[in-house]
């Protein structure tokens, strides 16, 4: 059973940093996709940034310069490192692993607060 545990949400000061990690346990398949989403009350999940197993990334343009993900493919986690931290980065956010099989999990969420 694949199971994804995420960590280092918190409160943080505008302008600050945050670094969230993702660890995927279950056997997975070598070939995937992680990557990180977000989410607000009453607005949808948006994707933040993805990552494949082979190193090509992709960002949200909002954050682009400003967050970094990246992978331990030997540890099974995806990292997401957070800077220049601004109010409208506040959310949930959550880590998201796609096979090539079709199969999609996520994890439990981790709430992001920035404070202005």
């Known amino acids: 059973q694949v199971q994804l545990v995420e960590s280092g949400g918190g409160l943080v000061q505008t302008g600050g940093s945050l670094r969230l990690s993702c660890a995927v346990s279950?056997?997975?398949?070598?070939?995937?996709?992680m990557a990180w989403h977000r989410q607000t009350p009453g607005k949808q999940r948006e994707l933040v940034a993805l990552?494949?197993?082979?190193?090509?990334?992709n960002y949200l343009d909002s954050v682009k310069g400003r967050f970094t993900i990246s992978r331990d493919n030997a540890k099974n986690t995806v990292y997401l490192q957070m800077n220049s931290l601004k109010p409208e980065d506040t959310a949930v956010y959550y880590c998201?692993?796609?096979?090539?099989?079709?199969?999609?999990?996520w994890g439990q969420g981790t709430q992001v607060t920035v404070s202005s």
């Open positions: 990552i494949t197993n082979d190193g090509n990334t």
């Open positions: 998201n692993l796609f096979l090539v099989t079709g199969m999609n999990y």
């Open positions: 279950g056997r997975i398949n070598r070939v995937n996709v």
